[in-house]
């Protein structure tokens, strides 16, 4: 039977992706059992390693809604900065391709709206019989 303390111990340390030799040695376990304890805890180390890198996505400022509006505002300077400047005077060889990769970027980073078809929430247009505005 598994120990709660060790089980613990070994979901957070496989979540943190430490090797099962390191765990062996920290634990005081044979690393063949550490091996078929975890395929039993796989779902709990899975969802723990999840949320720590969710954690550090967030520490770190990296989830895509962050990285979309940093780009945006980027974007936007740069656009107040073009529509201001007489492109005659500054380095269009520098500033247009900046202001091109820029939009490249957020076109990347932005998902587009999806909807599914049968949510349940709306009767089906063909059973409408007429529209109100």
């Known amino acids: 039977m598994i120990n709660s303390v060790q089980q613990n111990q070994l979901i957070e340390l496989r979540a943190k992706g430490y090797s099962f030799s390191k765990i ?11 091996i078929e304890w975890s395929k039993k805890l796989k779902d709990e180390i899975h969802n723990l390693k999840s949320i720590e890198l969710d954690a550090l996505y967030e520490k770190y400022m990296l989830q895509k809604s962050y990285q979309v ?3 945006a505002i980027l974007i936007q300077k740069m656009f107040l900065e073009v529509e201001k400047r007489d492109l005659s005077t500054i380095s269009t060889e520098k500033l247009i391709p900046m202001y091109i990769s820029l939009m490249e970027k957020l076109n990347h980073e932005v998902t587009p709206l ?4 049968d949510v349940g929430i709306f009767e089906p247009i ?8």
Do not use: C, H, Q, Y
Not at 24 to 34: C, F, Q, Y
Not at 126 to 133: A, L, T, Y
């Open 126 to 133: 063909e059973n409408i019989e007429s529209w109100e505005v």
């Open 24 to 34: 062996a040695e920290t634990l005081n376990v044979s690393k063949p059992t550490l």
């Open 114 to 117: 999806v909807l599914r078809k």
């Open 69 to 71: 509006e940093r780009f």
